[in-house]
């Protein structure tokens, strides 16, 4: 099989790999997205250099494009490895002053797969730190028919256990950045001096390192507590997902 063969079958299993995942229900759709995306790029490099073989413009282009991809895939490369190295952390000795649980998605009242890991994840980890206070943090979207603290809170309400009071609910935010702004007034109401307080964040494991950088720019110090999903694919797709946010949050969301 030549040459050329083999990279026409490749760019037909892209494009067909890239619109099954867009198309099917099934979590990848960044996935999909990306091979799309990676087709196009190779088209456009394809193009670049028939120009290039043509003309001395063509051949400039060709390598300014060639040296933009390397340089794109080395910076999404490194930002990939501190994103997989933060979700690794285990920090449960630390001691902390509360605990944020930043939620995730509800299908109706059913928690979804992420919001269950980390519904799980929290659980595990006050039992090790029963004596602080907990928000719950998260609103109510399209298609949930109660808010995502209130679903945690479900889950982790345990009867006849006074300690379910310190389990507060944050039910106004919408992203990551309200999670952190409205749960930092909730403790604040508490008592909690949150300038000088050690905050520990239970969120996914491919999240902790965008949620950290969140958070210091809002003024909280935090520790990562991470949680991990039942599916090596789908942790695969957000965690590739993930870099391109923090690409995102670091040169458009300033607040």
């Known amino acids: 099989m030549t040459a050329k063969r083999l990279r026409r079958i490749g760019r037909l299993a892209l494009a067909c790999a890239g619109l099954a995942l867009v198309s099917i229900p099934n979590g990848m759709k960044f996935t999909g997205y990306f091979l799309l995306g990676t087709l196009a790029i190779w088209y456009c490099g394809m193009y670049l250099h028939r120009w290039g073989k043509r003309s001395r413009r063509g051949q400039a282009c060709y390598r300014v494009f060639l040296a933009g991809l ?7 490369a490194g930002i990939e490895v501190a994103v ?3 979700g690794e952390a285990d920090n449960s000795a630390i001691p902390v002053d509360a605990v944020i649980v930043l939620g995730a998605g509800v299908n109706g009242e059913t928690p979804s797969a992420a919001l269950w890991s980390r519904i799980r994840a929290a659980e595990d980890y006050l039992e090790i730190h029963p004596d602080v206070p907990v928000v719950l943090s998260g609103g109510q979207g399209a298609g949930e028919a109660i808010s995502e603290a209130e679903a945690m809170r479900r889950a982790l309400w ?3 256990r006074a300690e379910n009071a310190r389990l507060l609910l944050e039910e106004r935010s ?30 996914n494991d491919f999240h902790c390192f965008r949620a950290h950088m969140i958070a210091r720019r809002q003024g909280l110090k935090t520790i990562d507590v991470p949680a991990e999903l039942p599916w090596w694919w789908l942790t695969a797709n957000y965690y590739l997902r993930e870099a391109f946010a923090v690409v995102k949050t670091s040169l458009f969301d300033l607040n």
Request: contains cysteine; proline residues 0%; aromatic residues 10%.
């Open 70 to 76: 390397g340089l794109g895939i080395v910076c999404l």
């Open 84 to 86: 997989v190295f933060r």
């Open 158 to 160: 345990k009867e006849d």
């Open 174 to 203: 919408t992203n990551t950045a309200e999670n952190f702004r409205f749960s930092k007034a909730l403790l604040e109401e508490w008592g909690l001096d949150t300038g000088r307080a050690t905050i520990a964040v239970v969120t």
